[in-house]
């Protein structure tokens, strides 16, 4: 065994030690061939790289093996599991926090090939239905023992593998103790603001001298001096609330696992505030149950998914029950879950009871949901939820699956529908009497409501097909989400369909969407709002009634000639019944192997009928990206991305935006992973963002930031990650422009922010 260690490993060595084995430049011909087809499944596969001829495959194939026996033992390392996951933020189609946070659970405890059903092996991040019913199927035939046996799973797209070899284990070995820890902290230099707008707003009830335009506003509106005076209070105190100081944030996320049976874990988060959340649970072959705090999620995210925040478009959603180990108390459950599984076949019970927090209007009564890292004391806890639920769900080594479920959701107190009075009299083109008709703000008032669902998939040939109908069982008018996906060998075609019913406020529904549901409301105008806090109800994920079409195609047109991403979305906005539209094209070419440019365009042309007639914008971004494989180790790339934005209202002049950035990653020693980058932004208007190793920053007006950070798996089983990060902001008064024309010029000046992060994992 010990002689094995001096051979090269044909299917993992890197490019350096390749060059060791294969003359001049078909080291580099070796390496791409195992890049497009995954590897090589025997030696005299070597003959079918070009350049590669019988004299030189004699010379070197007594060099080589095909796996080192370290790799056909195990998976990827934690620390580069854990990295992929964290990295997945940094995606316009990221996943949700529910599922990231469960792949980062399997970073530490990766699930057995061997006896992982369809939906668990289809919960995996990037891994489709088809792919996991012909993983089962092939395992029906045979024992799958390395990488190399799911390699040549047949019809396992190469994709599909790359996906699966990263979260699996090839089997299982009992033990009484299993733990998988992770700590996550970071410690900035600055207190949390929420803008000037809470300064303005109090300045502007205090200003007794006749000039304060939303004094005289809120006195025609019928507003006493008293009542006035006792609004003033309530955003003093408000203000007060979240006027904290910097100081460290941390996360602890923990589970243990004894005797494969027993489930415990905890999750503690210290920051602005402070809580912590448990749970206790058994799993079984046939059963789970959780008890404490939990998530759940069904279907494809239009029936339930106890998600805090979800991006606009989802296509990796991990379905059934989960210990919740998340950020975020808004959309927490916290009770009992059960989740059967015979045969594939899986009944499901839910129950939950806890109280939430609530925006609320200016008596002080619940308006909806609230989520934020501040919560001042007026919001907390104003909310008295009860769920049961319950369903069944079936999914067969087919890839067939069919399931419904019935929830009901119960109040203490209902929701007040006074949205009016959260805003500026008269100065609010969608509060001034529009929020009375606007479907956004149409939300049931009742104490309890009742919603069902059905959610369905298949796979035919190549062709996945998945979808939900759900309602509002007192409004019974159809909700829908139809997908269908095409995989290939290096081609994939997507299509989606929804159609969300006004409605359908289900405040649980996450499902691919454009905007959320307060998005193009004046909840997205701190200035038009008599609390400024009340803005964080348009960042809440729950739909925007819309009917829409996505059509989506990734390609490998040539051998150098990419399709990283061309879509196509057009959708109704079901609140105005305004069309919009956006295209995103995308292509990379690979001019030698080592050097790659990337090149994407995406338009964007929007209708708003809020403003007391047709509003049309439009945006046109171009980026350019180059990537530079130095080594194989090292990648350095740059990218220059130029953004336009246009109105047909002459009181909104045209802005405009541009950056450029640079980032580069190198393995400085084994197991050390270094990644750095800067970015410098101007913009008059049009607001950019830039993405980062591990997700995305918000750039406005004009900067400069820069980051540097450190990997280390410090062993197979541990992981350690340090970062920091530098950013200069300027505001001049001119990057945030209202929808009607009117300048926002509040928090002039000049910004530095410093922030240092630390990640640590390991797993037993």
Do not use: C
């Not at 529904?509 to 709002?529: I, V």
């Not at 990650?721 to 505001?731: D, G, S």
């Amino acid at each position: 065994m010990f002689l094995l260690f001096s051979y090269v490993a044909l299917n993992s060595a890197s490019l350096e030690d390749l060059r060791k084995v294969f003359p001049g430049s078909l080291a580099d011909s070796v390496y791409k061939y195992r890049q497009r087809f995954g590897g090589f499944r025997n030696f005299y596969q070597l003959l079918d790289v070009p350049g590669m001829t019988p004299a030189v495959f004699k010379r070197v194939k007594d060099s080589l093996i095909l796996y080192a026996p370290e790799n056909q033992r195990n998976g990827s390392a934690l620390g580069s599991r854990i990295n992929t996951v964290i990295s997945l933020r940094a995606s316009e189609e990221a996943p949700s926090d529910l599922s990231r946070a469960y792949w980062l659970l399997l970073g530490g405890n990766p699930v057995d090939i061997n006896s992982a059903t369809v939906l668990e092996l289809t919960n995996l991040p990037g891994v489709s239905l088809k792919d996991a019913v012909k993983v089962v199927q092939w395992r029906k035939y045979t024992r799958i023992k390395s990488r190399r046996d799911l390699r040549w799973t047949p019809g396992l797209t190469l994709y599909g593998y790359r996906n699966l070899r990263r979260y699996v284990t090839y089997r299982h070995t009992y033990r009484p103790f299993r733990a998988f820890v992770f700590l996550h902290g970071y410690v900035d230099n600055y207190a949390y603001d929420p803008s000037s707008f809470f300064a303005s707003s109090i300045n502007d009830l205090m200003d007794t001298s006749g000039t304060s335009r939303n004094l005289q506003l809120m006195r025609e509106a019928g507003w006493s001096d008293g009542a006035i005076t006792s609004f003033l209070n309530r955003l003093r105190k408000e203000a007060y609330d979240i006027s904290t100081l910097p100081r460290p944030k941390s996360t602890v996320r923990a589970m243990f696992k004894l005797w494969d049976l027993v489930d415990v874990g905890f999750y503690h988060y210290e920051g602005y505030t402070t809580y912590n959340k448990g749970y206790v649970g058994i799993t079984k072959p046939y059963v789970k149950v959780i008890a404490g705090d939990y998530r759940f999620s069904f279907g494809n995210g239009l029936i339930f998914t106890s998600s805090e925040n979800l991006s606009d478009r989802v296509y990796w959603n991990t379905v059934g029950l989960m210990p919740d180990i998340l950020y975020g108390d808004a959309f927490k459950l916290r009770g009992i879950g059960v989740w059967g599984n015979v045969r594939g076949i899986s009944p499901f019970l839910i129950y939950s009871r806890d109280k939430k927090d609530a925006v609320v209007d200016t008596a002080g009564r619940p308006l909806f949901y609230y989520s934020s890292e501040f919560v001042p004391s007026i919001y907390r806890d104003r909310i008295d939820e009860e769920i049961v639920g319950g369903g069944l769900n079936y999914m067969g080594d087919n890839g067939f699956g069919l399931g419904f479920m019935l929830f009901q959701i119960k109040y203490g107190e209902p929701f007040s529908n006074d949205w009016g009075s959260v805003a500026v009299p008269f100065y609010s083109s969608t509060f001034n009497g529009g929020w009375q008709y606007d479907p956004s703000f149409r939300i049931d008032t009742g104490k309890i409501h009742r919603f069902a669902g059905l959610t369905y998939s298949a796979v035919i040939g190549d062709i996945v097909i998945r979808g939900d109908l759900a309602t509002n069982l007192r409004h019974p008018r159809p909700s829908a989400l139809v997908v269908a996906r095409y995989v290939g060998e290096t081609r994939s075609l997507d299509f989606v369909y929804r159609n969300y019913d006004p409605t359908y406020w289900n405040p649980y529904a996450r499902p691919f969407k454009e905007d959320n549901r307060f998005e193009r409301t004046d909840f997205r105008y701190s200035y038009r709002l008599l609390d400024p806090l009340a803005t964080n109800v348009a960042d809440l994920p729950v739909p925007k009634p819309e009917e829409g079409y996505f059509f989506q195609i990734r390609d490998r047109l040539f051998q150098d000639i990419l399709l990283p991403r061309v879509y196509l979305d057009f959708w109704k906005d079901r609140t105005d019944g305004m069309w919009n539209r956006r295209l995103h094209a995308e292509v990379e070419w690979r001019v030698v192997w080592a050097l790659r440019l990337r090149v994407w365009r995406r338009w964007l042309e929007r209708t708003d009928m809020r403003y007391g007639r047709p509003f049309k914008s439009k945006s046109v971004e171009t980026a350019f990206r180059t990537f530079v494989i130095t080594d194989a180790h090292s990648v350095l790339g740059m990218e220059v991305r130029y953004s336009q934005y246009k109105s047909d209202n002459t009181g909104v002049p045209p802005g405009r935006g541009t950056f450029f950035s640079f980032f580069y990653s190198t393995d400085l020693l084994r197991g050390l992973r270094v990644y750095t980058g800067s970015t410098v932004w101007t913009s008059n208007g049009y607001s950019l963002w830039v993405f980062e190793d591990d997700g995305i920053d918000f750039l406005y007006n004009r900067g400069v930031k820069t980051y540097v950070s450190v990997r280390k798996s410090i062993f197979s089983n541990a992981y350690l990650r340090l970062k920091i990060r530098y950013k200069k902001q300027y505001n001049d008064g001119n990057s945030l422009i209202s929808a009607s024309g009117d300048p926002i010029n509040v928090g002039l000046g000049k910004y530095e922010y410093f922030t240092t992060y630390a990640d640590f994992a390991i797993t037993f």
